[in-house]
């Protein structure tokens, strides 16, 4: 089985992952990771160099390649993956796939990415928490529809990161 972890930035997808596949000893993936090895170059410097349409391909035909895979899988995605092209689609399309909605809240976000917007690119640039939240709300706006076709959906609020994955254990197995 292939466990497709999906939600915005900073939802717990990568820390998650790490914890699912330890629990249940799956292999774990980060597609953006998978990316940068692909192309010998950070996902920063891709978007810099080579611009959003051209990441967007590479991921799109990186999430394919990950979806084919035979063997038990954590793959965390990111953010803006389900948004663009087919690419919820084909998620939803793969047999041995399951997807994972990670849903956090707005002020849960706001309050995460704020104190780690430095590490961050796309918002870096922000200055103030109620213009973070003002930036992840529309976001959030625009990618609900995508986020909300996965097949489970795990409210993450007010849990540990361990709860969750015993969350998602116990809604999968």
Known sequence: MIIVLIGYMASGKS?????????????????????????????????????????????????KELLSLEHNTILSVGGGTPCYGNNMDYILATKNAKSIYLKASLPKLVKKLFKKKAKRPLIAHIETEELMAEFVGKH???????????????ATDEKSKKEIAKEIIETLF
């Open 15 to 63: 820390s998650i992952g790490k914890i699912l596949a330890k629990e249940l000893d799956y292999s774990l993936i980060d597609l953006d990771d998978f990316i940068e090895k692909k192309e010998n170059i950070t996902v920063t410097e891709l978007f810099k160099t080579k611009g959003e349409i051209y990441f967007r391909k590479q991921e799109e035909a990186c999430l």
């Open 140 to 154: 959030l706006f625009e990618r609900s529809q995508f986020y909300n076709k996965a097949e489970y959906q795990i």
